[in-house]
């Protein structure tokens, strides 16, 4: 903000103007490092994208920071003057109307008068509400694509295709990728009764980036039906293949999932793309579509109106969330919706050490960390305000007596300061319980699997008891419980010493010198409520996590700078086709 406001009272129109401009300065820069993708993945530069993610998702507060210490610097106290901000609320829902997304420019205004005031709940005044932000209500016309009709040959039509994606990278055996998403789509359009012609295949027109991976994001046209399509592409020594074709709604969701790294496309229009991927993927919430994008803040205040909205039509109370009860954290849930709220206790029983700003620590260190489709994305949210009367009596005097530093009463309500929402996973030692056993023996592995992929992206999980890890619709094992997460190189995995007489072994505690960075692999079996089946499937693929070898060897690949990918789909094994 100029020098010139400390001289003369700035008028609404001014400060509505200059909220604008800062948004605009903070939407080039987004799409400035956006636009840097491309390049990462031409020449291979995973540290570059890693920088680019954190630098990414850092920007939006730097720039709602660097507004309301500009206000408060150059205003005084004219910064809080409620007035002003009323007709400054009104000028700048005018200058915005013509706006791509311009509820995101709504977001950004509200982020930067809650800051200022302090608001708790909503001030309908001073802020855009989230419950009228309808991102998709007002998108009128179709995201840009490209379309490509089929003339008989599904060779030629994916020829045309790949012919229009191009990096300075040259493609290393076009006709072999050719064939290979050929056959893919000619078995997705085969039934048991007939085979489907496909009309026509339309994408996207932008490339999306995700970390090493570039990806073609579109879907299959028929007469009666839509097949989404997303090609991963991957960039290597001989030049760029197709690494996957990925054809069902699932998979798809998998690849953008709440576990994974936010995409980088760069998007003239944001809503329209997400209005596109929702044809694809129409389980997934609007608001996961917006944050894997890249617009964290959007997708979380969709979050929250898809909340309010909800509470608005459901009848259900939030009530304690299924599985043990943690020390660390209440949990609780609105049974007919799909996520968890997490709220930091006072104070933490034995044997937890850890201190809240550590919790919170490492919360934002898995917000910026390569969650490599295994850590949940929590989202953090302040100063929300629920009717006390939709809350169970169990949960009420829970939180009345855990949470009294984070919560309070006011009037009929219940004020959050601070609590994390996530979704809702089935905690991985209820599944095991009731789940038949080929589906529970699969979960035990994927347990395992979490745990390597993990440990490939420098993440230890500290606490591997199974009430930690959740179980998606997909089946797919997640860890979601950060109070004791830390960086695998910043720990000290050591061989369990042999004891010397059947004293020690009978021993309660450690008879051994244990120091505080120290981890004992060979101890984690016994912790783990697995039966006897579920043990020896776990010992028989993944036996090697259980010791100080596995993870020494891991410490060394990543202190060298080995970068070990973990990808959201199976890689395919290049195949000749034949054409279509």
Known sequence: MSGSLQNTAPTAGDCALRILDAFARYNAEFRAITRRAPVRFDNRDTRGSHHDAVERIELYDRFVNQTVTEFRQTMGEAALDRELWRHIHGEFAARILALPDPEFTKTFFSSISRRLFGTVGVAPDLEFVATDLDPLANIHSAVGTHTYANHGSLSLLFEDLLGDVRFRSPWRDLDRSIAHIAAEVRDALRTRSERREAERIEVLSPVFYQITRAYVVGRIVGRDFVIPLVVALKNTDGGVLVDAVILSENDISIVFSFTRSYFHVDLERVGEAVAFLKTIMPRKPVSE????????????????????????????????????????????????????????????????????????????????????????????????????????????????????????????????????????????????????????????????????????????????????????????????????LCQVTDCTFRDLPQATNPEDEMRGEAWFYVGESDVFPETFINFLSFDDVQRAALLRMHGEILTAGFWRAVQQRLREGELVEVLPYQPHRIRVASSL
């Open 289 to 484: 579509l917006f944050t894997v994008l890249g617009r964290a803040k959007q997708g979380k205040t969709e979050r929250y109106r898809e909340l309010m909205h909800h509470l608005d039509h459901a009848a259900d109370k939030f009530e304690h969330a299924a599985g043990d009860r943690g020390l660390v954290m209440v949990c609780f849930t609105l049974p007919s919706f799909d996520v968890v709220f997490k709220v930091i206790r006072d104070r933490f029983a034995y044997p937890k050490t850890v201190l809240r700003e550590e919790v919170l620590a490492k919360y934002q260190m898995v917000f910026i960390h390569d969650r490599a489709g295994r850590l949940v994305d929590a989202q953090e949210f302040r100063r929300l305000r629920f009717p006390r009367s939709r809350f169970s009596p169990e949960l009420l005097e829970e939180l009345r007596g855990e949470t009294g530093q984070t919560v309070h009463e006011d009037g009929t309500d219940l004020v959050f300061d601070h609590l994390y929402i996530e979704r809702r996973m089935t905690p991985l030692n209820l599944y095991l319980r009731s789940a038949p056993a080929a589906d529970a023996e699969r979960a035990v592995l994927d347990y395992g699997q979490c745990i390597r992929d993990l440990a490939y992206t420098n993440i230890f999980p500290g606490d591997l008891l199974l009430k930690n890890f959740g179980v998606t619709r997909h089946g797919r094992v997640i860890f979601y419980d950060y109070d004791e």
